[in-house]
């Protein structure tokens, strides 16, 4: 069954450093998202990316963050300058028309 | 997109008996979904309810949508300890729309 793979599943990295998040959608799929969920709290919606553009984007996702699909079957999550408070599971989600959003295992960010 | 109110917070059965969850919302949607998500990894979806049905059945899920209420029910019959995750219920306003999730429902079946 196609799924949504995330990589990598853990990243460590320094306070002020910039990460890449990489995302694999389902090939087909048209409509990618980005959500995140700190540690025993909720998940929330980060950011929509359709036909090369972000379609909807939430108060969390500022200027720090940015989205990409740099070929057919990449889509990445950048943050430019970590902070400790972006410690957090960050998962990828795509779907095709109707709106049954298939989600990556994610990965976790540990910013020290 | 407005997010569902799951209830309760918790839930602890046994093996073979039946669970079932409860989800409000605050505004007329297009549909209603509910999702699972086992400790630490992503959100499985389980079931699409449209705002025009009021029941649906999918292996041993039942959902029921009450617009009227605005209110939603997820019934898992003679559940079993993989069932063990948190459930949440993502009311649409608009098809296509972000996804907001609660708290959602932790239930946990003991063997």
């Known amino acids: 069954e196609p799924e949504v793979t995330q990589t990598p599943s853990h990243q460590v990295t320094q306070m002020g450093q910039e990460v890449i998040l990489r995302c694999v959608p389902i090939s087909n799929h048209l409509y990618f998202y980005w959500y995140r969920q700190i540690l025993g709290q909720k998940v929330e919606f980060l950011v929509s990316?359709?036909?090369?553009?972000?379609?909807?984007k939430s108060e969390i996702f500022d200027d720090q963050f940015s989205v990409e699909r740099p070929d057919g079957s990449n889509f990445t999550l950048k943050i430019r300058s970590t902070k400790l408070e972006d410690s957090a599971m960050y998962f990828c989600a795509s779907r095709a028309e109707e709106n049954i959003q298939y989600f990556g295992a994610g990965t976790r960010l540990s910013v020290l | 997109s407005q997010q569902g109110e799951e209830d309760p917070q918790a839930l602890s059965i046994q093996e073979g008996e039946n669970a079932t969850m409860n989800c409000s919302y605050k505004t007329s949607i297009n549909n209603l979904q509910w999702y699972r998500q086992n400790s630490g990894r992503g959100l499985v979806h389980l079931i699409l309810?449209?705002?025009?049905?009021r029941e649906k059945h999918s292996g041993r899920l039942r959902v029921t949508l009450d617009t009227s209420k605005k209110s939603s029910s997820l019934l898992i019959t003679a559940s079993r300890a993989a069932d063990t995750a948190s459930y949440f219920c993502?009311?649409?306003?608009?098809?296509?729309?972000?996804?907001?999730f609660g708290e959602g429902t932790q239930l946990t079946v003991n063997p």
């Open positions: 993502a009311p649409e306003e608009t098809s296509g729309s972000r996804l907001t």
């Open positions: 990316f359709y036909n090369n553009e972000i379609s909807e």
């Open positions: 309810i449209r705002s025009n049905e």
